[in-house]
C-alpha cells in the first residue's frame, strides 16, 4: 500500500524558515510535490520534481523562497522553506505520481499525504 508521510510543520514567525519531509514508503513515483491549502481556500500547486531528472516547477508565489529536493537512498523529498509569510500559512500536502510531468494541479497527482499545518505568525 503506498503511503505519503509528510513531517515538519509547525509555528514560524515572518521570515523564519521551516523544512518538511514527505517520505514514501515502499516504492518510487515518477513525480512528487507539494500542494498547500489555506482555510477557506482550494488546494493550490506549490512545487513539483520529476524524480529521475530533477527537473522543478515552482508556483510563482514561493519561486526563490522555497526549494524542493530529493533523497534518492531515503526515497524521500524535502521542501526548504526560507523567507516564509504570513499567507504561506496552510496545510502543506506531499503528492505524488507514477508519470514523469510537472503538472501544477492536483488532479495530475493520484498518491497524497495526510498534510502537515505550517502556521506563520505577522
Known amino acids: 500500500q503506498v503511503q505519503l508521510v509528510e513531517s515538519g510543520g509547525g509555528l514560524v514567525q515572518a521570515g523564519g524558515s521551516l523544512r518538511l519531509s514527505c517520505t514514501a514508503s515502499?516504492?518510487?513515483?515518477?513525480?512528487m510535490g507539494w500542494f498547500r491549502q489555506a482555510p477557506g481556500k482550494e488546494r493550490e500547486f506549490v512545487v513539483v520534481?520529476?524524480?529521475?531528472?530533477?527537473?522543478?516547477s515552482y508556483a510563482d508565489s514561493v519561486r526563490g523562497r522555497f526549494t524542493i529536493s530529493r533523497d534518492n537512498a531515503k526515497n524521500a523529498m524535502y521542501l526548504q522553506m526560507n523567507s516564509l509569510k504570513p499567507e504561506d500559512t496552510a496545510v502543506y500536502y506531499c503528492a505524488a505520481d507514477d508519470r514523469l510531468w510537472t503538472l501544477p494541479v492536483e488532479q495530475g497527482y493520484k498518491y497524497w499525504g495526510q498534510g502537515t499545518q505550517v502556521t506563520v505568525s505577522s
Open positions: 520534481i520529476i524524480w529521475s531528472s530533477g527537473i522543478t
Open positions: 515502499g516504492r518510487t513515483f515518477g513525480t
